[in-house]
Antibody, heavy 120, light 113 residues
């Protein structure tokens, strides 16, 4: 059974940084692309980033490119999102999601999310 | 970016009655590999999204056969043959033919009359 658990969220001041983590289990992590998707309070879904199964390709939404970095450690079954230069509009619940493929076209299973609140 | 437009944004359905949600994309979602990169998710209250339909009409594992997807090119539809209380939530369509970015529709809220 696919299990994804996000952590690392919290309340942070504008301009500061956080590292979000996602612990994966129940599947062969090293064979799956992985995504981060966020949802601002009361709003819809916004895709943030994807990383290929081996880390060879990474893609970002325009809204976060240059500030956020997606990475993974296949030896630990862990996905990360380094979020820098945080803005109020980055406030959201951040989900990690497995891709059904090696790359990044279909997020199938999602974690419960970790909440990031950017506020002074 | 490909814009995904859902209609209606909300609907209220009597249990046992059908429901239909439309999703239109600003560009064709048919890839040269023959696949159409259109998906449907349901997000129940307080829960992460769950995949219902992939590549237009394929039901994901464990999804009730009351759910069906159809369409082609830029016009797609999700149908629920007989709405049940457990179907309440927000439905999203999503495209991934163009990456980045993956884009979602605004969401359609379904509730029970």
């Amino acid at each position: 059974q696919v299990h994804l658990v996000e952590s690392g969220g919290g309340v942070v001041q504008p301009g500061r940084s956080l590292r979000l983590s996602c612990a994966a289990s129940g599947f062969t992590f090293s064979s799956s692309g992985m995504h981060w998707v966020r949802q601002a309070p009361g709003k819809g879904l916004e895709w943030v980033a994807v990383i290929w199964y081996d880390g060879s390709n990474k893609f970002y939404a325009d809204s976060v490119r240059g500030r956020f970095t997606i990475s993974r450690d296949n030896s630990k079954n862990m996905l990360y999102l380094q979020v820098n230069s945080l803005r109020a509009e980055d406030t959201a619940l951040y989900y990690c999601a497995r891709d059904i493929n090696y790359g990044g076209s279909l997020p199938d299973y999602w974690g419960q999310g970790t909440l990031v609140t950017v506020s002074s | 970016d490909i814009v995904m437009t859902q209609t209606p944004l909300s609907l209220s359905v009597t249990p046992g009655q059908p429901a239909s949600i439309s999703c239109k994309s600003s560009q064709s979602l048919l890839h040269s590999d023959g696949k159409t990169y259109l998906y449907w998710y349901l997000q129940k209250s307080g829960q992460p999204p769950q995949l219902l339909i992939y590549e237009v009409f394929n039901r994901f594992s464990g999804v009730s056969d009351r759910f069906s997807g159809s369409g082609s090119g830029t016009n797609f539809t999700l149908k629920i043959s007989r709405v049940e209380a457990e179907d309440v939530g927000i439905y999203y369509c999503m495209q991934s033919i163009q990456l980045p970015p993956i884009t979602f529709g605004q969401g359609t809220r379904l509730d029970i009359k």
